[in-house]
């Protein structure tokens, strides 16, 4: 092992949209005293699971425009004007007429964070900072090793590699839990190759979110087509007899609609600053109150911006708001509810005004990633059960075409949607495909679907599903928790829940997905002391401190989080 070099050595470990930012960090950081090396399973950089063909066919698009993601080298309205004429091309992407409040085909974005990794790349380069690309490397281990202040990278069929620093960015993944073993049944709808199936019988969707509506754009394409009437409707032609689609959700409610953010990024000015959330969680006993984080980073934000609106619910708390906006949805038929909601997005996009409370309730979830490691068990559970549903319809922000899709599927009888609450159960047959259990009005419910697909998203996974074995096994990791507040509440929680666990000293504590981490990214071990040589900004294993997953958003904040530690 080489000690005695002087430029620090920095390991970023997957090129997707995470390792981008990283390395965005990096380059532009005002030090050059480093050298950084990036580990990607792929055979290329920037696009990362949701922008490959590995999350997406032509068909796919993304639910945020140009003006809404952080420049990175450029903007894509820059690099269009310098992108290959063979992509814009291939995407139909005329650089004169380029919008950049439209969404895009995902497999160009893709194309665009590959373009933005070679630029920061070259300027890099021009800096002094040397750059290792290490591609079609499977990352198997890693190991950290205190005494000599390294940790050491353990790739597939190569000697080890040592380094200062590493940030894990391997983005998102679905472990298989019965797909391959259960024929038909998919745990999840990607890569979405597998999907383009010709069907005649109904396939069931677990989820209605934007994971739900990537396997309709598949499924649909296969069995049918889409086209746009001389009226000026749009309508769907069923190719395959018998093709139908039904889709599942706790609520039985369809996402939100794509509409005008009148602050593009946001509202990442007008969070909590990090001084608020320390005075209140010194105020609480070391707890900070969801209750407090609602007042201040939502219902306040609205006495300035929608005066009418804060009168509506300036005494509400958070229970009793979301009951009312949930109520309000659920009153609605949901095709009837899409439709209304799609009509005044469409208008809120023409006037370029915001539906406000929409957008703060973005500005919310978002908000919520920095202090909800600091909540007590009580309110992470209220923050899972109560706001966390509202929060997953309301800021899916589904594209104006997934959205007319959707409505033409509806309208042509193949797609619908069915509330099975809470408790609903998928039994996936050896057979094939699945049985659905549920229950409606207190009668007890059993489909069978010959075609099942598992779309509830990116599942937050737990401490023993992290792949680098060693940091479990050594003690470098620790699961993520958090202490009850009340013993009392603790003790009646741990009657019912194997996740809650009773401390010597008569505390409980709750045990919630992932790997503990601190305000930096950094890792934690059991004794609470934060490591300073290993960060982490994959997502699915950072759930539990971590709960919002706001993709770029998400990147761009982890990654600033993470260079300050670093050059501190």
Wanted: charged share 25%; aromatic share 10%.
């Amino acid at each position: 092992m080489d000690t005695n070099t002087a430029t620090k050595k920095i390991a970023i470990i997957g090129g997707g949209p995470s390792g981008l930012f990283m390395y965005k960090r990096l380059t532009e950081s005002e030090s050059t005293d480093f050298e950084i090396s990036i580990f990607e399973r792929k055979d290329y950089l920037g696009a990362g699971m949701p922008y490959s063909a590995e999350g997406a066919n032509v068909e796919h698009i993304t639910n945020v425009s140009d003006n809404e993601i952080p420049i990175i080298y450029n903007s894509i309205e820059d690099w269009v004007k310098i992108a290959p004429k063979s992509i814009l091309k291939k995407f139909n992407i005329d650089e004169e007429k380029f919008n950049e409040y439209k969404v895009l085909p995902r497999l160009f974005f893709g194309e665009y964070l590959s373009a933005q990794f070679n630029l920061l790349k070259k300027a890099a380069e021009k800096k002094g900072i040397k750059t290792h690309v290490h591609l079609n490397c499977v990352v198997e281990d890693i190991i950290d090793l205190p005494a000599d202040n390294k940790v050491a990278v353990c790739v597939q069929n190569e000697d080890k590699s040592y380094f200062d620093q590493l940030v894990i960015c391997t983005g998102h993944n679905w472990p298989k839990k019965y797909e391959g073993r259960i024929p038909n049944y998919f745990d999840s709808p990607y890569p979405p190759k597998k999907l383009e199936l010709k069907l005649n019988h109904t396939v069931g969707i677990m989820g209605s979110s934007l994971t739900a509506i990537d396997a309709l754009r598949t499924l649909a394409r296969e069995n049918g087509k889409f086209e746009d009437n001389e009226d000026g409707t749009y309508s769907y032609q069923l190719a395959s007899e018998g093709f139908k689609i039904v889709m599942h959700s706790r609520s039985g409610l369809l996402p939100a609609i794509r509409f005008h953010l009148e602050d593009s990024h946001l509202g990442k000015d007008e969070t909590l600053s990090k001084t608020e959330i320390h005075e209140s969680i010194a105020e609480n006993g070391g707890f900070l109150p969801l209750d407090f984080v609602f007042e201040k980073n939502f219902k306040e934000i609205f006495i300035k911006k929608d005066p009418a609106f804060y009168e509506q619910i300036k005494d509400m708390d958070l229970e009793a708001f979301v009951a009312a906006m949930m109520g309000y949805r659920e009153k609605m038929e949901p095709f009837e509810l899409f439709k209304k909601e799609y009509d005044e997005a469409e208008k809120s996009i023409e006037k370029r005004k915001s539906i406000y409370w929409k957008e703060a309730l973005a500005v919310l979830s978002f908000a919520m990633n920095y202090p909800a490691k600091y909540l007590s068990a009580e309110d992470m559970e209220r923050l899972q059960k109560v706001l966390m549903p509202l929060i997953s319809i309301v800021i899916a922000f589904v594209p104006q075409s997934s959205c007319r899709e959707l409505l033409a599927l509806h309208e042509a009888g193949v797609l619908s949607i069915v509330a099975v609450g809470d408790d609903a159960k998928v039994e996936p047959l050896k057979t094939g495909g699945a049985d659905y259990h549920y229950e409606i009005n207190g009668e007890k419910m059993v489909k069978h679907f010959d075609t099942f697909v598992d779309c509830i998203g990116q599942p937050h996974l737990s401490f023993n599903d992290f792949p680098f074995k060693s940091l479990i096994n050594n003690g470098t990791l620790s699961p993520a928790r958090l202490k009850f507040k009340s013993a009392e509440s603790g003790k009646t929680e741990m009657k019912n829940n194997d996740l809650v666990t009773k401390e010597e000293d008569n505390t409980y504590f709750l045990t919630v997905p992932g790997i503990t981490i601190n305000d930096h990214f950094q890792v934690v071990d059991k004794s609470g002391v934060p490591n300073k040589r290993i960060y982490i900004m994959a997502v699915p294993y950072i759930g539990g401190y971590n709960p919002d997953y706001s993709g770029i958003d998400f990147c761009e904040a982890a990654s600033e989080a993470v260079i300050n530690s670093i050059l501190r």
